[in-house]
């Protein structure tokens, strides 16, 4: 099980859109549609943020998405605010219920 | 409301082994298909899946910490324990418990995080 591969930063001015890839194999994001993603501000525990590849809990806002396509999920956060700026973190079931995480991406709100 | 918190030795010896204890409340790992998972984090680092355990004492570990990690639950006192063999500096990290249910592939919500240094 390796780390899934994140870019190790984005960035974007409030208002704008910004994408975090989050690229594993056939074993573990091409092989499921069990991907979530984490939202972890500095000094604080992560946050559930998608689950299931694009499903949102109840409180996180719709600007949040997320979708998949083949080995590669995606995290978008449209309009971006100021409270966005945090380190993101995918998530991967990746078979008989062991998971494995990204690399991390910190979002910057310029 | 479902909350968890970590406990646990903040400064480890090299070679020492780690018991850190997840306290949680609002669920029970006696109800079908609740579970209990741990993360690490070494600082400025990325997130590491560990152990989870579930409540028909199915457990699952990390392939590359097999080894040296037991995981166990104390039913009755809404407890789950992870034990961590042979401990190393780089085994230094922020160790978090989190809330999961078979069949639902994340975890939600998580404790606040326990920071173990290993150093001698």
């Known amino acids: 099980q390796s780390a899934l591969t994140q870019p190790r930063s984005v960035s974007g001015s409030p208002g704008q859109s910004v994408t975090i890839s989050c690229t594993g194999t056939s074993s573990d994001v091409g092989g499921y549609n069990y991907v979530s993603w984490y939202q972890q501000h500095p000094g604080k525990a992560p946050k559930l943020m998608i689950y299931d590849v694009s499903k949102r809990p109840s409180g996180v806002p719709d600007r949040f998405s997320g979708s998949k396509s083949g080995n590669t999920a995606s995290l978008t956060i449209s309009g971006l605010q100021a409270e966005d700026e945090a380190d993101y973190y995918c998530?991967?079931?990746?078979?008989?219920?062991?998971?494995?995480f990204g690399t991390g991406t910190k979002v910057t709100v310029l | 409301q479902i909350t968890l918190k970590e406990s646990g030795p903040t400064l480890v010896k090299p070679t020492q082994t780690l018991t850190l204890t997840c306290t949680f409340s609002?669920?029970?790992?006696?109800?079908?298909?609740?579970?209990v998972g741990w993360i690490r984090q070494p600082p400025g680092k990325a997130l590491e899946w560990l152990a989870l355990?579930?409540?028909?004492?199915?457990?699952r570990y990390s392939p590359s910490l097999k080894s040296r990690l037991t995981i166990t639950k104390d039913t009755s006192k809404n407890q789950v324990v992870l034990t961590m063999t042979n401990m190393d500096p780089v085994d230094t990290a922020t160790y978090y418990c989190a809330h999961n249910v078979r069949y639902s592939n994340w975890f939600d919500p998580w404790g606040q995080g326990t920071l173990v240094t290993v150093s001698s």
């Open positions: 998530c991967s079931y990746a078979g008989s219920y062991s998971y494995v």
């Open positions: 355990i579930y409540w028909d004492d199915d457990k």
């Open positions: 609002g669920f029970s790992l006696s109800t079908s298909g609740v579970g």
